[in-house]
Nanobody, 114 residues
Framework: QVQLVESGGGLVQAGGSLRLSCAAS????????MAWYRQAPGKQRELVAR?????RTNYGDSVKGRFTISRDKNTVALQMNSLKPEDTAIYYC??????????WGQGTQVTVSS
């Protein structure tokens, strides 16, 4: 079992920055992939960024060049720069363990005002 707790969401003006953090506990040794997803009202949940085996990264097309994902032991962070109103969503941390199970955090709201 893996437990995930996100922090760092909030309200920011367009062009500003926020940093999200996700702390994992439990069987953290079994985590292969940590990722951030987001879901805006009326839209499907989408991948924002993921980090595989602690160093390989992938980003969604809409955030490339603006967001950076990083991992340090049991914490994964998402540095979000040049935020746009369309980045407004609930952001979820996710961890995939070797057995294939995906664990989710409770989500943190990010609101970008224009």
């Amino acid at each position: 079992q893996v437990q995930l707790v996100e922090s760092g969401g909030g309200l920011v003006q367009a062009g500003g920055s926020l940093r999200l953090s996700c702390a994992a506990s439990g069987s953290i040794f079994s985590i292969d992939v940590m990722a951030w997803y987001r879901q805006a009202p009326g839209k499907q949940r989408e991948l924002v960024a993921r980090i595989i085996s602690g160093y390989r990264t992938n980003y969604g097309d809409s955030v490339k060049g603006r967001f950076t994902i990083s991992r340090d032991k049991n914490t994964v962070a998402l540095q979000m720069n040049s935020l746009k109103p369309e980045d407004t969503a609930i952001y979820y941390c996710a961890a995939t363990v070797r057995a294939g199970t995906v664990y989710w955090g409770q989500g943190t709201q990010v609101t970008v005002s224009s």
